[in-house]
């Protein structure tokens, strides 16, 4: 195969967001045309490296056809759209139904949750995965959590254990999310902000007395509203072409999701908590889109270098 050919199909892989395993066949579609056309610009007199080089003119730039093959197939299916809210569907019911009272029916879930993301992670990393992975990091963030509780002279014990673990753990997650596509760590993160909000209302200390369980259970139809917002967004997510639609949908479902934690907790969550939580809500597409795009600039740069240069 030409090199003109070869490095227009690694363009065209870098900036392609699919399975693997889509990737690559789709690539080996693409290859085989080219050098259908290839062939037939032979046919007619061209020189191989000239008639690669026109082929690969006429198709267009790398990221224009990565683009249109990306909203071709990233469009998932109702079954797809489902299995990726079920979590959330999941934390909804815990809650409307004060599950969360008992530690068997919570302990239920977090083993389903983790075994269903271990079993998809090492089988394949479908998009209907990364809410998954999401929430199956929660009982790192619960562990951390706990650890704020602990006797005056133990707090060494979550500095220098528990948060270089916890740390490496969802470096090591966010890594291989933002190989695939930065878009699903956003996914994958969407809930935080509201698992945050509740958990200050929860804390809360104000005219509803009572303690952190009965406080939950006062909210526990709220809680689960705002879950089954998050199902609700993250089926749309799915079910669209449109990248641009994709960020857009999710943004908003997390700002919708927000807004209705304050209206449920008539104010008890300030106007500065509520934007706070915005802004964390914001750094979690940009953080990720900023972060691909350094890895995807180095990834690029040390392709060019690999490639032979010709005066």
Not at 62 to 84: C, D, F, M, N, P
């Amino acid at each position: 195969m030409s090199t003109i050919i070869t490095e227009y199909l690694d363009d065209v892989k870098s900036n392609l967001r699919l399975e693997a395993g889509d990737e690559n066949e789709i690539i080996s579609e693409l290859a085989t045309h080219i050098e259908d056309e290839v062939q037939e610009l032979k046919q007619n007199g061209l020189p191989e490296e000239e008639a690669a080089s026109t082929c690969v003119r006429l198709l267009g730039s790398a990221k224009t056809v990565a683009h249109l093959i990306y909203e071709a197939h990233s469009q998932g299916s109702w079954r797809q759209a489902l299995l990726a809210s079920l979590p959330h569907i999941a934390f909804a019911l815990i809650f409307i139904l004060n599950w969360f009272q008992g530690i068997v029916p919570v302990l239920i879930v977090l083993v389903v949750i983790l075994f269903v993301t271990a079993y998809g992670w090492w089988r394949r990393k479908s998009t209907w995965l990364f809410t998954w992975l999401g929430y199956s990091l929660l009982p790192v963030i619960a562990t951390g959590l706990t650890l704020l509780y602990l006797p005056r002279g133990l707090d060494w014990v979550a500095v220098i254990i528990y948060v270089p673990m916890a740390l490496y753990l969802m470096i090591r997650v966010a890594t291989q999310t933002i190989k695939r596509d930065w878009l699903h760590l956003s996914l994958m993160l969407l809930p935080v902000p509201v698992v945050v909000a509740w958990f200050v209302i929860a804390h809360w200390n104000g005219k509803l007395e009572g303690n952190v369980f009965d406080r939950l259970s006062y909210y526990g139809p709220a809680i689960g509203s705002s879950f089954f917002a998050l199902a609700v967004g993250v089926i749309a997510f799915v079910r669209i072409r449109r990248r641009w639609l994709k960020i857009a949908v999710l943004f908003l479902t997390g700002v919708i999701t927000l807004s209705l934690v304050g209206i449920y907790t008539s104010g008890q969550l300030s106007f500065m908590g509520l934007l706070l939580l915005m802004l964390l809500l914001g750094s979690i597409f940009l953080i990720p889109a900023w972060l691909d795009k350094s890895v995807r600039t180095r990834r690029r740069g040390k392709l060019f270098a690999q490639r032979p240069q010709f005066l």
